[in-house]
């Protein structure tokens, strides 16, 4: 299988507090995992992305772990702010190339 | 960063007309890709190309086609549109499929079919 499950679709979280979004993937030879970014009415962007000969990496308030056994990874941002209100979307690459995305989640930060 | 330039940025069409999208990278990039976003499905993949007249079906192809007339422009042709291909249209570059190999997005094709 090549799906990628994204929960949740949309997610209302306090300004300051933190925001975490789960994927799984079903094929266990997933090597790489990225994460974008879509702010209204712009294109999707790069933000993180993790390997998966890598357990944790974190970037600038974003952190992304993967479980490899239990084929789930996922992002957490700390410290939300405004800005941070946007679509995001997680991927998973497969060994022949085609990267699968998730359906999405709206992020909304309340002041 | 990478330029990925498509065109036209809003489309409507009726049912059964025939739709082209341009896509054009300036980066040299071997990938091209077509992907369409719509609301509880995210990105999903029609048709991508390693090259000049390369083609590589998606996961979502049925009622389109694209060709890569060069290593810089890969179009979407729609040729008897129907409402259900509404959609927005993203087209993306890379430079290969490996791990770690970044996708840049052009800033998207609304296409209303009415």
């Known amino acids: 299988g090549e799906q990628v499950e994204q929960l949740p679709s949309i997610l209302r979280v306090q300004e300051g507090s933190s925001a975490s979004i789960n994927c799984t993937y079903e094929n266990s030879a997933s090597n790489y995992f990225p994460w974008y970014k879509q702010e209204p009415g712009e294109n999707p962007k790069l933000i993180i992305d993790i390997r998966s000969n890598m357990e944790r990496k974190q970037t600038q308030g974003l952190i992304v772990l993967l479980d490899k056994k239990a084929k789930r990874f996922s992002l957490h941002i700390t410290d939300t702010q405004p800005g941070d209100s946007a679509m995001y979307f997680c991927?998973?690459?497969?060994?022949?190339?085609?990267?699968?995305f998730g359906q999405g989640t709206k992020l909304s930060i309340k002041p | 960063e990478a330029a990925v330039t498509q065109s036209p940025r809003n489309k409507v069409t009726v049912t059964g007309g025939n739709v082209t999208l341009s896509c054009r990278q300036t980066n040299s990039h071997n990938y091209m890709y077509w992907y369409r976003q719509d609301t509880g499905h995210g990105l999903r993949l029609i048709h991508y190309?390693?090259?000049?007249?390369?083609?590589q079906i998606g996961d979502v192809p049925d009622g389109y086609k694209a060709t890569r007339t060069t290593q810089e422009d890969f179009f979407l042709l729609l040729e008897l549109a129907s409402p259900s291909q509404t959609s927005l249209y993203f087209c993306?570059?890379?430079?290969?499929?490996?791990?770690?190999?970044?996708?840049?997005f052009g800033e998207g094709s609304r296409l209303i079919v009415v």
């Open positions: 991927a998973a690459r497969y060994n022949q190339g085609k990267l699968i």
């Open positions: 190309s390693y090259g000049a007249g390369n083609l």
């Open positions: 993306a570059s890379s430079d290969g499929q490996g791990a770690g190999n970044t996708l840049y």
